[in-house]
Each structure stands twice: as C-alpha cells, then as structure tokens.
T-cell receptor
Framework: AQKITQTQPGMFVQEKEAVTLDCTYD???????LFWYKQPSSGEMIFLIY??????QNATEGRYSLNFQKARKSANLVISASQLGDSAMYFC???????????FGAGTRLFVKA | NAGVTQTPKFQVLKTGQSMTLQCAQD?????MSWYRQDPGMGLRLIHY?????ITDQGEVPNGYNVSRSTTEDFPLRLLSAAPSQTSVYFC??????WGTGELFFGEGSRLTVL
C-alpha cells in the first residue's frame, strides 16, 4: 500500500532564510512520481515541483528544490530565500505510474516571519 | 481557460439529504479524482477514474458514489449525507499520457452537514 508521511504539522522560518519540509513515502511500485503542492490561505492548490522515481538528479523549480533520497524513501522540499508569500500549507503527494491515483500527506503549515 | 470547474462552492445539507457535487474539466484529461480535505488529515482520496466508464475507490469511499459517462464530467454523489461528511471537497484531473501527471484542481466545494 502507498503511504505519505509529513511529520511537521507546523514550521516557522525567518524571511530570506532557507527551510526544509520533510516528506517520507512508502510504496512497493518501482515506478512512481513525487509532487509538492502549495495551498495558500485562499484555498487553491498550486503545483510546485515533481520528481520521478527514475530521475537521477534532484528536481529544481526556481526557489524550490526537491531533495530526493530514494534509498531512504524521502522527498523533502527545500525552499530557498523564503518570502512572506511562502506562508501556506504544503502537501507532499505520490502517484504510482501504473495506477495513476495520487495520495497526499497530512501537510505542513509554513509560517514565514518578517 | 476554464480548467477544472466545481459546483457548488458552498452547500449546507441536513442529515439524510442527498446531493451531487459537479466537476467538469476541459483539458481532455483521462484521470479525474475527488478528495476531501479535513484539518490535520491532508487530502484523502475518495474515488478516481482513469477514463469514461472506469472508476475505482480511493482511501475513503464509503458514503460516496461516482460515475464517469464522459471524459469531461465526474460527479460525486452523497446519497444520505452525514455530519461526518462535513468537509471541503476538491476535484482534480491530470493527463495520463503526457507531462509529469500533476493534478489540476478545482476551487473546492465547502459542504456542511447539519
């Protein structure tokens, strides 16, 4: 069975500093994709970054990078140079390539302090 | 660009009433899904579909029915609403044949069952 675990219910970070949001996953499928989504207080879901299980390099998208450690089954999101607008809920998600269904973790609420 | 459209955005029901949450997408996505979001529990998958005529259960399917008669539409039916179904519901779709498979979300539907 697939499972996503986010162990940090809430985190604080100072503006302009980097922050790491943790995500571990469990799956028996060899082929899968890992995603991070952002949910601001307005409620919409925003796709941030994707990592395929066979990708050799860690994914990066602007200030977002995904620290993918396959052996440890972790897919942590790193946000560099935090901004006040980064204050939001962040969800880690996994999709197995064969079945397509996507499951989510419980989320981490990030607070960026000025 | 309409993307994924959910209706209604807000609904109040009495216990035992039935209703349908509508979801439509105009991106020709094969995959469509319904999630519910509850505080501290992230997004939990209710039902999903990988194409017209094909549906499957997710993590929390009890109390909900779905059907997929067209590629565009994926309605979620509550046959006899219960207070435990008070939640925010998201419809999401993705391609299964190109791109990373990230989900495109509707704006959400807030349901209250009294």
């Amino acid at each position: 069975a697939q499972k996503i675990t986010q162990t940090q219910p809430g985190m604080f970070v100072q503006e302009k500093e980097a922050v790491t949001l943790d995500c571990t996953y469990d799956t028996s499928d060899p082929s899968y994709g890992l995603f991070w989504y952002k949910q601001p207080s307005s409620g919409e879901m925003i796709f941030l970054i994707y990592q395929g299980s066979y990708d050799q390099q860690n994914a990066t998208e602007g200030r977002y990078s995904l620290n993918f450690q396959k052996a440890r089954k972790s897919a942590n999101l790193v946000i560099s140079a935090s901004q006040l607008g980064d204050s939001a809920m962040y969800f880690c998600a996994m999709r197995n390539t064969g079945g397509f269904k996507t499951i989510f973790g419980a989320g981490t609420r990030l607070f960026v302090k000025a | 660009n309409a993307g994924v459209t959910q209706t209604p955005k807000f609904q109040v029901l009495k216990t035992g009433q039935s209703m349908t949450l509508q979801c439509a997408q105009d991106m020709n996505h094969e995959y469509m899904s319904w999630y519910r979001q509850d505080p501290g529990m992230g997004l939990r998958l209710i039902h999903y579909s990988v194409g017209a005529g094909i549906t499957d259960q997710g993590e929390v399917p009890n109390g909900y029915n779905v059907s997929r008669s067209t590629t565009e539409d994926f309605p979620l039916r509550l046959l006899s609403a219960a207070p435990s179904q008070t939640s925010v519901y998201f419809c999401a779709s993705s391609s299964t044949s190109w791109g990373t498979g990230e989900l495109f979300f509707g704006e959400g539907s807030r349901l209250t069952v009294l």
